[in-house]
């Protein structure tokens, strides 16, 4: 599936689709949706820094389990807009975990979505500071 934001392409990777249906045969429903709400936060955040530092996104693609932003050429950038592009989308994941936490004190969101909602943004957050490439630590 393919849409536009902009002058940016959002491509949805064919599987993606199916994992709805995969998460409800295997009652992970929560857990879906949380992955998806994370990897969307971390992969706009991305998108909407590109945007703030004047970098060109060609295409944000969303595939099951990550997603990437397509930078024209990459080694065109200063060092600022490398990183304050690349740091946005763990940024991103971070404030989710504050939002996250507040609106579960308010009782917006049950405990247990919370949990899963905290998790994804935690793992995802993590996992993209590893320092290698293709990750967001891999080019700060």
């Not at 969307?40 to 970098?55: G, I, Q, T, Y």
């Not at 995802?124 to 293709?134: R, T």
Request: hydrophobic share 55%; glycine share 6%.
């Amino acid at each position: 599936m393919e849409m536009r934001l902009g002058t940016t392409r959002i491509r949805i990777h064919p599987l993606m689709m199916m994992m709805p249906m995969l998460a409800l045969m295997t009652g992970m429903r929560e857990e879906l949706l949380a992955l998806s709400l994370a990897l969307s936060v971390h992969e706009l955040a991305h998108l909407l820094a590109a945007r703030w530092m004047h970098v060109r996104v060609e295409q944000l693609r969303l595939m099951p389990f990550g997603g990437a932003a397509d930078i024209g050429n990459p080694y065109a950038l200063s060092a600022v807009q490398q990183l304050v592009t690349s740091l946005a989308g763990p940024l991103a994941n971070l404030l989710s975990l504050f939002i996250c936490a507040a609106l579960t004190h308010w009782r917006v969101l049950s405990p247990m979505f919370a949990l899963q909602i905290l998790q994804a943004n935690l793992i995802l957050m993590v996992f993209n500071l590893l320092p290698a490439l293709p990750l967001d630590g891999g080019r700060t």
